[in-house]
């Protein structure tokens, strides 16, 4: 059986779904895209992102405009379904699987033989497997194929995205795909999917392989990114500066050690390897050091601030940056936002927080006397630049302003 696609239906308009729907709709499918927020479907039936993404706006409206893409808060019978819905931790940092979950049960009653089910939302090990399992609870009068392997009525895949935010519009249509079938008609399928629009090269796999690939991305990114940071913290302590060996260390041909910074944010790096972790704590204690070397390190940043900050009588601090990393406006996760929480709550000196891409700052840090200032007016009051996220505005900074303050440089940039 060949599928054509000419109507899918996105479950999850967030930093994934909706560029990923837009880019579909461009390519002359019809997309339905689901998500539960009312504000967030009206918003994109006017062909305006409420995300920040990079050209994303002028692509919306254009396919918008076209009636290519709707947005509604029910799925609806589609060619294809396609799941991009987040998969947190809970407490104890296992996965939380729900949303998944509720994304199925919401599919299930619209599926009609010969559809497609994709689950791009980064998962644990088991997870695709697990989502034929729901939907065959729910439609006992179809087959998926964790039942009848090849000859299943629905087919399910997992094909994890691995586009890079702030650059998703590029990499979501040029990076290589790797796609997990339950069975391999399923891979066959969504990867006749993606290939409407995805010019990188597609890898077909089993789908445990698949959701234990991307996980492993992105834990190789922490391990090494913990390495780094770890680095800066002796080196620290030695006198030395880090920046400069690693500049020094990385001649070598062999050697490319990443950037220390002042933690990792975001929602995938943070998170993903907790999914290996929890999956087999005993024999994952690499995975699980590089999370808590990583974690750790705002806290060390805290900590050198708070001791400089000792030596002033009124320290006056400029916390430069709040989101995970350059030129986003997602605070998710961010290293930055736990600092300022703790130099606040430590109650360190005045507070003045410099953030481009928000207009008000988030809940988490109400009531705790920080105010969002603007870079001249802040740069200028304070006796402390912190410097946390490497924003492009902040890097063209004259150093005339600089020269008689104390800085903290947790990038590595000025
Ligand atoms: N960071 C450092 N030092 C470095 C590199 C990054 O401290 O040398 C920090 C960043 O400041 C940030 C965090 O790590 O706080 C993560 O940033 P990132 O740009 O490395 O990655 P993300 O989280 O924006 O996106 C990652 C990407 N994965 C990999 O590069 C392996 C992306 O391709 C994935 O699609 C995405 O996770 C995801 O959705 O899983």
Redesign the pocket.
Known sequence: MTLRFSRICVIGMGYIGLPTSAVFADNGVDVVGVDVNPDAVESINQGKPHIVEPELDVLLRKVVQANKLRATLTPEPADAFILAVPTPFKGDHEPDLSYIEAAARSIAPVLQPGNLVILES?SPVGATEQLSRWLAECRTDLSFPHQTGELSDIRVAHCP?????GQILREVVQNARVIGGVTRKCAQAASNLYKVFVKGDIHLTNARTAEMAKLT??AF?DVN?AF?NELSVICDKQRINVWELIRLSNLHPRVNI????PG???H??AV?PWFIVTSDPVNSRLIRTAREVNDAKPRAVVEKVKALAAQLKEPVIACLGLS??ANVDDLRES?AVEIVQHLAHDKVGELLVVEPHINALPKSLDGTGVTLADFDQATERANILLLLVDHASFLAIDHDVVKDKIVVDTRGVW
């Open positions: 980064t995205e691995r586009v890079l935010p991305e992105n990114r990114i780094a990443l950037s220390p910074g990792v944010g975001g995938c790096i993903d995970y990393k290293p």
